[in-house]
């Protein structure tokens, strides 16, 4: 399931909504806005992102998880709008009969949300704003993905 | 058609939307960028480097060649930075 929303999300909850006939792993990912990166405390973050196309990337990748690993259900809930250090920006779940898939899929999937769901970072660092930069790193882990699909 | 602009390049062409008529000439994501950055100073710097934007038409990535025709929606943003 995916979910594009401004309101927070509750991990525990979530977790205990996932669902299956044979769940033997449950994995969950977290990602929360760090208070620094480098030297300038964060003051805010706010994500952007295009309503329509987030939803079908999102569900595009959550059917790719579904179709190399054998997942019992998925989640994946991306925040928009104002966030301060601290705050959750996103939540994957993954659950299958074996640990291996549900950590492998989870790991997938935040790795392509990162390079292919169109959101972007606004960081509010004292008195500017700066649009954050896509990382080369990310794109590398992205790409290990699709070497191992070859 | 309808553009939609993004992060960076929403601020720096004043509008996160528009539509207009498929313009004279135009066929592709490529030249629909090219005739954009003849609108405006605006459009001109952040049209400017082509390499750091990303194009979707029709709600999927596109490349520059990728055609473009009336109706369709043309997305121009920045690398993503989700996650």
Same mark, same amino acid.
């Given at each position: 399931?995916?979910?594009?929303?401004?309101? #927070?999300? =509750?991990?525990?909850?979530?977790?205990?909504?996932?669902?299956?006939?044979?769940?033997?792993?449950?994995?969950?990912?977290?990602?929360?806005?760090?208070?620094? =990166?480098?030297?300038?405390?964060?003051?805010?973050?706010?994500?952007?992102?295009?309503?329509?196309?987030?939803?079908?990337?999102?569900?595009?990748?959550?059917?790719?998880?579904?179709?190399?690993?054998?997942?019992? #259900?998925?989640?994946?809930?991306?925040?928009?709008?104002?966030?301060?250090?601290? #705050?959750?920006?996103?939540?994957?779940?993954?659950?299958?009969?074996?640990?291996?898939?549900?950590?492998?899929?989870?790991?997938?999937?935040?790795?392509?949300?990162?390079?292919?769901?169109?959101?972007?970072?606004?960081?509010?660092?004292? #008195?500017?704003?700066?649009?954050?930069?896509?990382?080369?790193?990310?794109?590398?882990?992205?790409?290990?993905?699709?070497?191992?699909?070859? | 058609?309808?553009?939609?602009?993004?992060?960076?390049?929403?601020?720096?062409?004043?509008?996160?939307?528009?539509?207009?008529?498929?313009?004279?000439?135009?066929?592709?994501?490529?030249?629909?960028?090219?005739?954009?950055?003849?609108?405006?100073?605006?459009?001109?710097?952040?049209?400017?480097?082509?390499?750091?934007?990303?194009?979707?038409?029709?709600?999927?990535?596109?490349?520059?060649?990728?055609?473009?025709?009336?109706?369709?929606?043309?997305?121009?943003?920045?690398?993503?930075?989700?996650?």
């Amino acid at each position: 399931m995916i979910r594009v929303q401004r309101e #927070d999300f =509750d991990v525990g909850v979530e977790i205990a909504a996932i669902s299956g006939r044979n769940i033997g792993a449950v994995v969950s990912f977290v990602g929360l806005v760090r208070s620094k =990166d480098g030297d300038d405390p964060i003051r805010s973050m706010t994500l952007e992102h295009y309503p329509g196309m987030t939803e079908k990337k999102l569900a595009e990748i959550e059917a790719e998880a579904h179709k190399r690993w054998p997942l019992e #259900d998925t989640l994946v809930i991306h925040r928009h709008g104002r966030l301060e250090p601290g #705050d959750q920006i996103v939540l994957v779940i993954t659950a299958s009969s074996h640990r291996q898939a549900a950590l492998d899929s989870c790991a997938f999937l935040i790795d392509w949300l990162k390079t292919s769901a169109p959101f972007w970072k606004l960081e509010e660092r004292g #008195d500017s704003e700066d649009w954050v930069k896509a990382r080369s790193s990310d794109e590398a882990a992205a790409e290990k993905w699709s070497e191992k699909s070859k | 058609m309808k553009l939609l602009y993004f992060a960076w390049l929403r601020h720096k062409i004043g509008t996160g939307e528009e539509d207009i008529p498929l313009p004279d000439g135009v066929s592709t994501v490529g030249a629909l960028a090219h005739w954009l950055k003849t609108r405006g100073p605006g459009y001109g710097e952040a049209l400017e480097d082509l390499s750091i934007v990303r194009f979707a038409v029709n709600q999927e990535f596109a490349d520059l060649d990728q055609p473009v025709a009336e109706g369709d929606e043309v997305a121009i943003f920045p690398p993503v930075t989700g996650g």
